[in-house]
């Protein structure tokens, strides 16, 4: 089988949409129902089951993608690597991730450094009062980001984790020797808010306008950093929601994270901009998917 057919298989096994595998590819629709159609015949069996509506793998086109997919990019990986020490040069991939973001994902970025020695992973942290800035105008590649993502210029790819919400109190604030908090629990309470303009879908998550039965949640005072938000927690001025990667990070004497009985689950999702979508973006996509959840 050559190189070029397993390409278009294998993309058409992620794609599963002859109309776009031909499109990500460059190639006409013609050319990919003619590569299948020959790598069916070679094998003697149905790769992909076709309808009007619909296209799936077949069971054997499953084994099959399972077994070519490993060995098909370690020659890409080979190839790379061949080209940029033939060029002295590396390309260079700069992530951007959120606080302690690094320590969770070590998996990841261990498994994509391993897969792509040629290409130089840079990693930035980001705030979250400028979320998508650095996207926008370069400074990253790729980034971290809490769902929702509503922005029609970014791509949203593989989820990172799904965390619950938790809300964080000074230790001796009064909901702190409670059995249990809950949502409702935050109307009796002011919350901070972002000193910068962020999505109001953002903003909804960690500092949502009402509680579950309707009664207004204050938002208070403005921040910029998570430092600031904790020093005011710690005065007793505010409680506020975070991320669970809080607690396990930055246990400041003084503080006290309490769980919610219905917090929400918040997930992280990998995302780019739609028209710098390039190889290595790629790449570091299925590590995240092949590296799966962090065990927390």
């Known amino acids: 089988m050559e190189l070029r057919d397993i390409e278009i298989f294998l993309t058409l096994a992620e794609e599963l949409h002859f109309g776009r595998t031909a499109k990500r590819l460059h190639v006409s629709q013609a050319r990919v129902s003619q590569s299948i159609a020959k790598q069916e015949r070679r094998i003697g069996a149905r790769l ?31 190839t790379r ?7 002295g040069t590396a390309s260079t ?14 998996r990841v970025l261990n498994l994509f450094r391993s897969r792509h020695p040629e290409i130089q ?29 509503r922005e029609p210029d970014l791509t949203v790819g593989p989820l990172v984790i799904a965390e619950p919400l938790l809300l964080m109190v000074a230790t001796g ?14 109307g009796d309470w002011t919350l901070p808010q972002s000193a910068q303009p962020i999505p109001e879908y953002w903003q909804q998550t960690l500092v949502p306008a009402r509680t579950p039965s309707g009664r207004p949640i204050r938002r208070g005072p403005k921040v910029s950093t998570f430092q600031e938000i904790a020093a005011m927690v710690v005065a007793g001025e505010v409680i506020c929601l975070v991320h669970g990667v809080a607690a396990r990070y930055y246990p400041w004497p003084g503080l006290r994270y309490l769980r919610p009985y219905d917090a929400p689950l918040v997930s992280w999702a990998l995302i ?3 028209a710098g979508e390039t ?8 590590a995240v998917r092949d590296a799966g959840p962090p065990k927390i």
Do not use: C, K
């Open 48 to 78: 992909f089951a076709r309808s009007s509506r619909r296209v799936e793998l077949t069971p054997i086109g499953a084994q099959l993608r399972e077994d070519l997919g490993a060995g098909y990019r370690r020659i890409l990986d080979g």
């Open 81 to 87: 690597a061949a080209t940029a020490a033939a060029r």
């Open 93 to 106: 991939l700069t992530l951007g991730l959120h606080g302690p973001q690094p320590q969770d994902q070590a």
């Open 121 to 149: 992973l840079r990693i930035q942290e980001l705030n979250f009062t400028d979320p998508f800035g650095p996207l926008r105008d370069g400074s990253v590649d790729v980034a971290t980001a809490w769902l929702p993502v």
């Open 173 to 186: 604030h009064p909901l702190a020797s409670r059995d249990t908090v809950g949502m409702e629990d935050l």
């Open 272 to 274: 780019w901009p739609t």
């Open 279 to 286: 190889g290595p973006v790629r790449d570091l996509a299925r």
